[in-house]
T-cell receptor
Framework: KQEVTQIPAALSVPEGENLVLNCSFT??????LQWFRQDPGKGLTSLLL?????REQTSGRLNASLDKSSGRSTLYIAASQPGDSATYLC??????????FGTGTRLTIIP | EAGVAQSPRYKIIEKRQSVAFWCNPI?????LYWYQQILGQGPKLLIQ????????DSQLPKDRFSAERLKGVDSTLKIQPAKLEDSAVYLC??????????????FGPGTRLLVL
């Protein structure tokens, strides 16, 4: 069964610190992987999309890495800000043209 | 560029009643998705359309849920009759299929359904 896991479910970090969110998946034969952000009461916003042939993607203070062999991806956030507080979801396309989501990590940045 | 529009934003109904949700995708996006997100969980795909044809509805509870995308643009998702466990946020997303890679999906704000 193709599954996506995100641990921890919640994380609190003081403002200004760098942090890493983790995502693991059960099948290494993936098409691509996406990181999304979800704010309370709102939809999802795509942050980064990594194709299976890529090792990492960067956007501003965000850097996502992909290691297919170990079934892992990380989202690195540099110099965290209170505005980064949200739930971060990892989603994997296992090649069946649909996304399988993890349960998310709820991030709180403490001012 | 206008985003994915959904309505209503909130809906409260009693069990066994019917409810319908509407989605208008980003202009030019051929692929449309409906997801169900139960509190504390990630979104789960219910149905995927490519233009006005169904690509995947394997996780749609077809005894009570139905969806259509007439003319390959707007879509409606209906629940009839609703159960307590249908309480969730229903998210609509769209993407512009190009090439062999799945493009980024753009999500609407969702409809929050509470079944009493």
């Amino acid at each position: 069964k193709q599954e996506v896991t995100q641990i921890p479910a919640a994380l609190s970090v003081p403002e200004g610190e760098n942090l890493v969110l983790n995502c693991s998946f059960t099948d290494s034969a993936i098409y691509n992987l996406q990181w999304f952000r979800q704010d309370p009461g709102k939809g999802l916003t795509s942050l980064l999309l990594i194709q299976s042939s890529q090792r990492e993607q960067t956007s501003g203070r965000l850097n996502a890495s992909l290691d297919k062999s170990s079934g892992r991806s990380t989202l690195y956030i540099a110099a965290s800000q209170p505005g980064d507080s949200a739930t971060y979801l990892c989603a994997v396309n296992f090649g069946n043209e649909k996304l399988t989501f993890g349960t998310g990590t709820r991030l709180t940045i403490i001012p | 560029e206008a985003g994915v529009a959904q309505s209503p934003r909130y809906k409260i109904i009693e069990k066994r009643q019917s409810v319908a949700f509407w989605c208008n995708p980003i202009s030019g996006h051929a692929t449309l998705y409906w997801y169900q997100q139960i509190l504390g969980q990630g979104p789960k795909l219910l149905i995927q359309f490519q233009n006005n044809g169904v690509v995947d509805d394997s996780q749609l509870p077809k005894d009570r849920f139905s969806a259509e995308r007439l003319k390959g643009v707007d879509s409606t998702l209906k629940i009839q009759p609703a159960k307590l466990e249908d309480s969730a946020v229903y998210l609509c997303a769209s993407s512009y299929r190009q090439g062999q890679f799945q493009e980024t999906q753009y999500f609407g704000p969702g409809t929050r359904l509470l079944v009493l």
